[in-house]
């Protein structure tokens, strides 16, 4: 029982850190693709040009996933603590 409760804790460790950072990640990948993109065909090699349209993306992206991300986070730790009762069990 023990082990079963353990793995299945991993697994949704794992698909929780895959929903949080997914999103952004993608918005991330894509945005940077079309700055390189841009850069190849303008050939402006500057790094600001690179790095500020990611950070935009980056801040935005925290300000409208944050709430989600709270609550994944906040149900993840619920269950978390209810699994470890379950575990050892009330005193």
Same mark, same amino acid.
């Given at each position: 029982?023990?082990?079963?409760?353990?793995?299945?804790?991993?697994?949704?460790?794992?698909?929780?850190?895959?929903?949080?950072?997914?999103?952004?990640?993608?918005?991330?990948?894509?945005?940077?693709?079309?700055?390189?993109?841009?850069?190849?065909?303008?050939?402006?090699?500057? +790094?600001?040009?690179?790095? #500020?349209?990611?950070?935009? !993306? %980056?801040? @935005? /992206? $925290?300000?409208?996933?944050?709430?989600?991300?709270?609550?994944?986070?906040? +149900?993840?730790?619920?269950? #978390?603590?209810?699994?470890? !009762? %379950?575990? @050892? /069990? $009330?005193?």
């Amino acid at each position: 029982m023990e082990v079963e409760l353990v793995a299945q804790s991993m697994r949704d460790a794992l698909w929780i850190c895959l929903q949080m950072g997914a999103p952004l990640l993608i918005a991330l990948l894509v945005v940077g693709l079309a700055v390189s993109v841009v850069q190849a065909l303008t050939q402006i090699q500057e +790094a600001s040009l690179a790095f #500020l349209p990611k950070l935009a !993306v %980056a801040g @935005g /992206g $925290m300000l409208l996933l944050g709430p989600f991300m709270v609550e994944v986070l906040r +149900a993840w730790t619920v269950t #978390l603590f209810d699994r470890m !009762v %379950a575990l @050892g /069990g $009330m005193p």
